[in-house]
């Protein structure tokens, strides 16, 4: 039980500690003072102020939306665990219970942005769905290839030490970390794939879809945008670990290392892709979990890649 809280809130300090690393890191690489570590809290109890504001032509699905895309991502979150820590919940075949709760969660949040009749939120919904249906099976062959190395399909039992797979699988454990460092690029709406600081509506994603949402309703999206983040951060740690030394002691402070100074760095250094590129970039990744797959299946199969 205790192990299990500390899983908790090692998970939440994750998802609260990675927004200060990126603000940190972007502003160290452009030779700026930059904000405070914790202003995105700063900014949230600004929100959690303020009520809420509908227009005249939204329904029961856009005011139903918030609470239900912050749920989805809780929910998802409680599934995956800090190291070797047992998460809340554990059952056989959680993970495709998580990547769904995040799909759930997504469909809702397409669904509002279609409800208020807005052409610009139409337009962030219609790209949100396609790189949700072209990351997915990125994700699921990720996760499908580590239940393959350990024979197992729970999180909690796939990061188990006692499960892992040997060093000779190393290669493959590292290159689905790339994968997942590159997922939460997609997932987080992040440069290159998008840009959560610009204001031009047509070459907006995510933030487009919650131009209509303010007060409370906005603090319940960014809390679960910082928890997908965390949830996609850590099982890239997890990952990197599983290679050389799976604690909780390491993969916290890796996930928060690991994507905060990389998309930190990513943000700094490179532009946000043009729209027609990241079709492309979405499916590099899903090509990428395919090839890992095979290499899995390939070693499993005491098979020789010489």
């Given amino acids: 039980m205790m192990m299990t809280a500390l899983n908790t809130l090692l998970l939440l300090l994750v998802a609260l500690a990675i927004p200060g690393v990126i603000n940190r890191t972007r502003a160290l690489l452009a030779g700026r003072r930059g904000i405070r570590f914790l202003q995105h809290l700063y900014d949230m109890r600004l929100h959690l102020r303020k009520g809420a504001v509908y227009s005249s032509v939204t329904t029961a699905v856009f005011r139903a939306m918030p609470s ?9 979150a409680l ?19 998580m990547a769904y709760l995040l799909a ?34 990125a994700l699921m062959l990720a996760l499908g290839t580590l239940a393959l190395l350990t024979g197992c399909t729970s999180l909690s039992r796939i990061f188990d030490p006692a499960a892992l797979p ?20 997609t997932e987080s709406g992040r440069v290159p794939v998008d840009d959560p600081r610009t204001h031009l509506e047509l070459t907006m994603i995510h933030e487009v879809m919650c131009l209509d949402c303010c007060g409370v309703d906005l603090a319940m999206i960014k809390m679960a945008g910082w928890l997908k983040t965390a949830i996609f951060s850590l099982l890239a740690a997890d990952t990197l670990a599983a290679a050389f030394c799976l604690r909780w002691w390491i993969a ?50 005491n098979i020789g890649l010489a």
């Avoid at 995956?80 to 993970?95: A, K, Q, T, Y």
Wanted: aromatic share 10%; charged share 10%.
């Fill in 68 to 76: 239900l895309y912050l749920g989805t991502a809780v929910v998802a």
């Fill in 79 to 97: 599934m995956v665990p800090v190291g070797d820590l047992r998460p809340v919940l554990s059952f056989d075949g959680d993970f495709v219970c």
């Fill in 104 to 137: 759930l969660g997504r469909f809702a949040l397409v669904l509002a942005a279609l409800d208020t009749g807005s052409a610009f939120e139409g337009m962030g919904a219609s790209r949100e769905a396609l790189y949700g249906a072209l990351v997915e099976p």
């Fill in 166 to 185: 040997g060093t000779q699988h190393a290669i493959v454990l590292l290159l689905l970390t790339y994968l997942l460092v590159k997922i939460v690029f």
């Fill in 252 to 301: 916290a402070p890796l996930a928060v290392v690991l994507t905060g100074l990389t998309v930190g760095a990513v943000e700094s250094t490179q532009a946000r892709n043009k729209l027609s590129r990241n079709t492309i970039f979405i499916l590099t990744i899903a090509a990428l979990a395919a090839l890992a797959f095979f290499t899995a299946y390939l070693l499993q199969l």
